[in-house]
């Protein structure tokens, strides 16, 4: 019997399994009721008695030893995963989804980056602001539509406390507090009391530039459009300013840039005009300057400002604004190599 189990001792470790029925082969072999093992367990039943210790010892052991043998087998085949019997062992554990920059978020970037080669840095100020910042200060009457509860979001009532509507706030936060050379770039959540459609929401985002100096001109303003205007939608873009109105600047402008999806030859998206409106800017108006202690007879400036989504669209053309905050997983996908 010693030579017996000693046998299968050695068996053991040669056994191996090339495939789950050989495997289950092994274990009806070794491990079943009918199996090597338990034949041997019933021949010691008929072991004399002084024997008994030793050989009940060496049973146990054999019985441990097959009974790891074949769990070992079983995990390695557990993690084998290609057909070849390889064992791929650079692969994850398991599948592991990166997330994605938000297409607001990429096009914000790209903006500011194109601001800071021109030497702009971030400000940043808050949403929750106060009628001064957001009005009185950038020269609105106190009649101006704007100010009505309409079009503004007010948080706390006959205290002046509201939602800002643009990020012009920003430019009173700054100058404020900073004497010229300025040069600010102002990213930011802005919210207007609109009703929700594809396009139009109570909340989108927008990007303020704001230039004030010496000697700051008009033509400073064109030739910083112009850098944007190319660097943004590719070279052979083409800016148009039309003259328009803001409180804040004077004199002030509306751009547009040759229709990026046509060319400027004239398609759908641009309506056939060969030009998208894309900003308003225009030079800061002196009012402005001395409400925020600046000397308007020393100092000029300009500002410029955009919606992040009307440039998302027109990058990207996503035609319902609504996606932009719906955190729709097959919408944001799409963006996984723009950045
Ligand atoms: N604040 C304006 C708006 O929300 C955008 C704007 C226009 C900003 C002209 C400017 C500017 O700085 O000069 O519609």
């Known amino acids: 019997m010693i030579n017996q189990i000693n046998r299968l001792l050695a068996e053991l470790d040669t056994l191996k399994a090339n495939s789950q029925e050989e495997l289950e082969s092994l274990r009806v ?52 995963i290609s057909e070849d019997n390889v064992i791929d062992l650079t692969r994850t554990a398991y599948p592991y989804h990166v997330g994605t920059r938000h297409p607001l978020s990429i096009v914000r970037k790209e903006i500011c980056d194109i601001f800071a080669r021109l030497g702009f840095s971030i400000a940043e100020g808050p949403e929750v602001e106060d009628d001064w910042h957001v009005f009185s200060s950038l020269n609105f009457a106190d009649d101006h539509p704007a100010r009505d509860m309409q079009d503004t979001f007010f948080v706390m009532h006959g205290a002046d406390i509201l939602l800002r509507t643009h990020t012009s706030s920003v430019q009173t936060r700054v100058m404020e507090k900073t004497q010229p050379p300025i ?75 040759s229709c990026n999806l046509c060319g400027g030859k004239g398609c759908p998206f641009c ?56 955190n729709d997983v097959r919408f944001l996908k799409q963006f996984e190599s723009a950045h």
């Open 183 to 257: 040069r600010i770039i102002c990213p930011g959540r802005v919210y207007r009391n609109e009703a929700i459609s594809y396009r139009a929401h109570c909340f989108f985002h927008q990007v303020e530039a704001l230039y004030v100096d010496k000697n700051v001109s008009f033509a400073d303003l064109r030739q910083t459009l112009m850098f944007f205007a190319k660097e943004l939608f590719g070279q052979d873009t083409k800016i148009r300013l039309r003259p328009s109105y803001f409180p804040f600047t004077e004199p002030s402008a509306e751009m547009d840039i």
């Open 29 to 80: 072999k070794y491990l079943s009721k009918k199996g090597e093992i338990s034949s041997l367990m019933n021949d010691f039943r008929d072991v004399a008695v002084e024997e008994k210790k030793e050989l009940g010892k060496m049973l146990n052991e054999l019985k441990e030893k097959a009974r790891n043998k074949i769990n070992d087998l079983k995990e390695s085949f557990e993690n084998i």
């Open 271 to 326: 309506k056939h005009t060969g030009w998208v409106e894309i900003l308003g800017c225009g030079m800061v108006h002196p009012n402005v300057l001395k409400n925020c202690g600046i000397d308007s007879n020393v100092y000029t400036g300009y500002a410029l400002g955009m919606g992040i989504e009307r440039i998302t669209n027109l990058k990207y053309q996503v035609k319902d604004l609504r996606l932009f905050s719906e």
